[in-house]
């Protein structure tokens, strides 16, 4: 995938558009006519366009508009030359150019279709158009012509807008014209394009490739290519055990090592979705029973990774760094919450083909998640096509469906060594990188300096406050070294160290945790980045906090190691109190002070941090400045400044031993972090040492220990590295949940020094469950649970 873009114009809603300019009657009335791949063609239409907005009505009018405004522009800058079709848009020696030319026209033939944009069945346009396809044809994008550059530009993204021209434009075009782009695709995306699931062709690319498949056979009216889109869909529905795909715990990898739930898994979500619309009815209906998992897929892998409409980073992959592109002459920014209003486009789009449960779930939840995106309103965001604006519009304007609330949940994503936290006022993220997992994705030049999201970075945003906090300028502004939640050396690292593609996988194995569900113990066994860095990391998300504890920093660098608390993006000029123990700091941008630990401080409009640990920390305020080019090479050179409030430790040069403990809360006020800091009793500290890491809350019920090795940690002992949460409760039972997130244990025996009178359940995982003046637990081969917790519920004594 080269261009965010792209995948998210296509990511558009099934639906109608039968009475846009040249639109056919429909599928019923061509199959009645005898051609059933006209009827497709018909269907297919509908899913690009979207449907029949009122042009009056707003946002459409405008949109409308605009639409046909940019597509005067792109008229009139038209000037076909030697390996251009705009001056602009050099393909000679960069594929990429040559699909944007594709998407440029695909985009001009919407404004020749929709009514309302003032171009409507111009004849200067139509004209054009032809002109641009015809020479793109001759120049580059031909049968015989040798690719080169990205193979994606070539396979998927060129040909999938070149078809749906062919679709929009089909009354245009004569048949000579339609043979010659459907041998220009055949040429470049052969049948064996899609001959072995491996390489290119896997996850979220399959499906892109099936796309152009299906739409060329549907075009070129050859039910053979059809059959084998449809048929090369059938691996990518099975749950995998490693590489790309989605994973029983709801995880989703592309590119084998990279979280991407957020990019590449909402490509997959509504690239399925379209194919399942444009299919069913006809011969090549998806009837695969595997292709339920991705329904699944829609509350167990996207839902927890939206929050108020946005998507979080944490699996966006590279494309958090696509904020301002230097090519984009409207200047649209993508961020965090164009990527959630994508996914909710797809989320509808493939509840069309769900049950009706289901889809009433999804358009619920769509319509709440919507409604609370008080940063980005999805209505009004310009990244959207109008398609996705349709059908996004149609929720939130339908009486019958009533908005959902936010999930509210813990869940751990082994196979991705991801976290969320979701309670009802607040939500957080947890990125971490394991032999499994990369610190960070770059490649094509983009996402240069993500080198430590991989890091412990903890992200977090309020139900009412925060949430522009990492959509506002934040990638090409922020310290990169000082991401927030993050352990790193500040030794010095070049743009896309580490090596493209996710090559950057560290020697680590023990990364994951254990959760009930609501509560959870989560470990990172931290190495850095073309570093020596290591350190043991534990997180423990409760009800109005997560705690953070750190133990056996050190490193070899010849650099200063820091714990960064967090960094909060306090936007161009924002002078949010620092209240340090009580006093307010001062707010002139370049003020810092170190402060002694314990003690607490708190940042007005976002919460409290207590911190309880030896030494001491620091704050700084400070005003940076970035483009958007220093993380992305086709990123704008438009400097952008923004304040940061930023807590941390510093352990100094080359340490031996540092650790830290500190709990942040969210939209706590100063009263109630300061006096989360005056009740020590509230939160026990069980160890916090490479040996283990662990806490006890007793006012929750709570006992979360992480143990590296065989060890102890307050009343839980084991034979081996795994993580432990228990919650007991007030009706004398409690949820033991024990897992071995190094996925190395043949077999672990974990015992809790807590009085036990009867095993009421245990999981299959579990082969003796012993009660009495202690529980013993014994534990067959973990290494086949990935990672997962077993459970034991048993009654307290």
């Known amino acids: ?94 594929p990429e150019m040559l699909m944007q030319s594709y998407y440029r026209l695909r985009t001009m033939a919407e404004a020749y279709v929709r009514p309302g944009t003032g171009l409507t069945g111009s004849a200067a346009l139509r004209t054009a158009l032809l002109t641009g396809l015809d020479h793109l044809h001759a120049q580059a994008y031909h049968a015989g012509r040798a690719p080169y550059g990205n193979w994606y530009c070539w396979q998927i993204g060129a040909p999938q807008a070149l078809l749906d021209l062919c679709v929009l434009l089909y009354e245009q075009l ?123 897929a829609v509350e167990r892998a996207w839902a927890p990774f939206l929050y108020n409409g946005l998507m979080m980073d944490c699996v966006s992959g590279r494309a958090i760094s696509r904020g301002l592109a230097a090519a984009d002459v409207r200047q649209v920014r993508q961020d965090d919450h164009a990527r959630g209003h994508a996914v909710l486009a797809g989320i509808v789009l493939l509840g069309e083909g769900a049950s009706a449960a289901e889809r009433a779930r999804w358009r619920a939840l769509v319509k709440g998640w919507m409604a609370r995106d008080y940063y980005s309103r999805p209505l009004a965001d310009e990244s959207l096509p109008l398609a996705s604006l349709i059908r996004l519009a149609a929720v939130a304007e339908d009486p019958a469906v009533l908005a959902a609330p936010e999930p509210v949940g813990h869940r751990v994503f082994g196979a991705m060594d991801r976290a969320t936290h979701r309670r009802p006022d607040w939500a957080a993220s947890l990125s971490m990188a394991s032999r499994r997992i990369a610190h960070y994705e770059t490649g094509n030049g983009e996402n240069l300096r993500g080198w430590h999201t991989g890091s412990g970075m903890l992200s977090w945003w309020g139900a009412t406050y925060g949430n522009g906090q990492y959509a506002d300028a934040f990638w090409p502004t922020v310290d990169p070294y000082r991401l927030p939640g993050t352990t790193v050396s500040r030794k010095v690292l070049a743009d896309g160290a580490g090596g493209d593609w996710g090559a950057s996988r560290p020697d680590a194995v023990w990364v994951g945790g254990s959760t009930d569900g609501e509560f959870a113990s989560v470990g990172q066994h931290l190495r850095g980045l073309s570093s ?12 109005d906090t997560i705690v953070c504890l750190g133990a056996g920093i050190r490193a070899t660098d010849g650099a200063v190691v820091e714990t960064v608390i967090d960094n909060r993006n306090l936007g161009p000029s924002g002078t949010h109190a620092l209240t340090i123990g009580g006093a307010v700091q001062p707010a002139n941008p370049g003020w810092s002070a170190a402060f002694p630990s314990p003690g607490w401080a708190h940042i007005a409009g976002f919460g409290g941090y207590v911190m309880s640990g030896a030494g001491a920390f620091r704050a700084l305020r400070e005003q940076r400045s970035g483009r958007w080019s220093d993380v992305n090479r086709s990123g704008s050179t438009s400097v952008l400044t923004r304040r940061y409030l930023t807590l941390w430790y510093d352990h100094g040069t080359d340490p031996t031993a540092g650790s830290y403990v500190h709990q942040i809360l969210p939209g706590a006020t100063p009263v109630q972090t300061a006096a989360r ?121």
């Open 677 to 797: 800091a005056a009740a020590p009793g509230w939160l026990t500290v069980l160890a916090n040492s490479e040996v283990a890491q662990g806490v006890r809350v007793p006012s929750l019920g709570f006992t979360g220990v992480n143990l590296w090795q065989a060890g102890t940690a307050g009343p839980v002992e084991a034979g081996g590295p795994c993580s432990v949460t228990i919650r007991e409760r007030a009706d004398g039972t409690a949820r033991v949940r024990v897992c071995d997130p190094s996925r190395t244990r043949t077999a672990l025996t974990v015992v809790w020094h807590r009085p036990v009178t009867g095993v009421l359940s245990r999981s299959a995982g579990v082969v003796s469950a012993v009660p009495g003046a202690v529980l013993r637990l014994e534990f067959a081969d973990l290494t086949r649970s990935a990672g997962a917790a077993e459970e034991v519920v048993v009654r307290l004594g």
């Open 174 to 296: 004569s048949a000579e014209r339609i043979a010659d782009f459907c041998a220009a695709v055949d040429h470049f995306v052969p049948d064996s394009a899609v001959g072995a699931y491996s390489g290119t062709s896997t996850g979220a690319n399959r499906v892109d490739l099936c796309r152009v498949l299906a739409v060329r056979g549907v075009v070129g009216k050859q039910s053979a290519k059809i059959a084998l889109a449809r048929d090369a869909l059938a691996p990518v529905f099975p749950y995998v055990t490693a590489g790309d795909g989605l994973y029983r715990d709801g995880s989703f990898v592309q590119h084998s090592w990279v979280p991407y739930t957020g990019t590449y898994g909402a490509v997959l979500l509504g690239g399925l979705g379209m194919l399942a619309g444009v299919l069913k009815g006809t011969p090549w209906a998806l009837t695969d029973p595997g292709a339920q998992i991705v329904f699944d």
């Open 1 to 94: 995938m080269t261009d965010s873009w792209s995948r998210r114009a296509f990511l558009s809603t099934a639906g109608g558009g039968a009475f846009l300019l040249g639109a056919p009657a429909g599928r019923a009335a061509a199959d009645a006519a005898g051609d059933v791949h006209d009827g497709m063609r018909a269907v297919w239409r509908g899913l690009v366009l979207g449907g029949d907005p009122d042009i009056a009505a707003e946002p459409f009018r405008s949109r409308l508009a605009a639409l046909g405004d940019m597509t005067g522009g792109w008229m009139a800058a038209m000037a076909p030359g030697p390996g251009s079709l705009w001056p602009d848009l050099g393909f000679s020696t960069d």
């Open 532 to 543: 020596t860095l290591t350190a043991r990391l534990s997180w423990f998300f409760l009800a």
